[in-house]
């Protein structure tokens, strides 16, 4: 069945490191997302990509970065990981014309 | 931007009887209007979505009312189970045709047996 990863789902991290989170689909949507989650703020964008070699920032984009070299990936990463980045991280996917995206299970980051 | 806020926060209700969650919306080209439920531990799962040329949308026992005019939408569960206890998510889509969504804070649903 097709469906949406991520690894790892939990990690724990020290402030400062360079840390890679992974979203893997199988639907070959074209569209992707990043959502973190925190209580208290629901789901905010972090970056989004509409196709290969296209990414966008979201709302909360600072100290973030993307990269879509293919249809099935948009790893996340955080360039130099700090205390206020640690939270719930959801990637979603949908397809080109359809309304619904597909969230993964989620990762949760810790940074100390 | 788009912002959208989500009442209330919490909400207990008794095995049968009815919950109903409210959302406004700030952007008056938004078109698109998703509500989406998380069980603990899990990404969030659309559950009924409306689209803004349409008042109201039933799935069993779920309903979405849209309200344009006042820039609200409201999900409706009347016969509330356990399974229903869970978090749930309302969003807007940030401007007619876009595919970004804002997302409201959520409502922690408790359905006591």
């Known amino acids: 069945d097709a469906e949406i990863t991520q690894s790892p789902r939990h990690k724990i991290t020290e402030t400062g490191r360079q840390v890679t989170l992974a979203c893997h689909q199988t639907?070959?949507?074209?569209?992707m997302f990043w959502y973190r989650q925190d209580l208290g703020h629901g789901l905010r964008l972090i970056h989004y990509?509409?196709?290969?070699?296209?990414?966008n920032k979201g709302e909360v984009s600072d100290g973030y970065s993307v990269s879509r070299s293919n249809t099935e990936d948009l790893p996340l990463t955080l360039e130099s990981a700090a205390s206020s980045q640690t939270s719930v991280y959801f990637c979603?996917?949908?397809?080109?014309?359809?309304?619904?995206?597909?969230f993964g299970p989620g990762t949760r980051l810790t940074v100390l | 931007g788009e912002n959208v806020e989500q009442h209330p926060s919490t909400l207990s209700v008794q095995e049968g009887d009815s919950a109903v969650i409210k959302c406004t919306y700030s952007?008056?080209?938004?078109?698109?209007f998703p509500w989406y439920k998380q069980e603990l531990g899990k990404g969030p799962q659309l559950i009924i979505d409306?689209?803004?040329?349409?008042g109201e949308k039933k799935d069993q026992r779920i309903a979405v009312t849209l309200n344009k005019t006042a820039k609200h939408f409201s999900l409706h569960i009347t016969e509330t189970q356990p399974e229903d206890s869970a978090v749930y998510f309302c969003?807007?889509?940030?401007?007619?045709?876009?595919?970004?969504?804002?997302f409201g804070k959520g409502t922690k649903l408790s359905v006591i047996p």
């Open positions: 979603a996917s949908r397809a080109s014309g359809d309304n619904e995206q597909f």
């Open positions: 639907w070959n949507h074209n569209n």
């Open positions: 990509s509409y196709g290969v070699q296209d990414t």
């Open positions: 952007d008056s080209a938004s078109n698109y």
């Open positions: 409306i689209r803004s040329n349409v």
């Open positions: 969003a807007a889509s940030m401007r007619a045709g876009s595919y970004q969504l804002t």
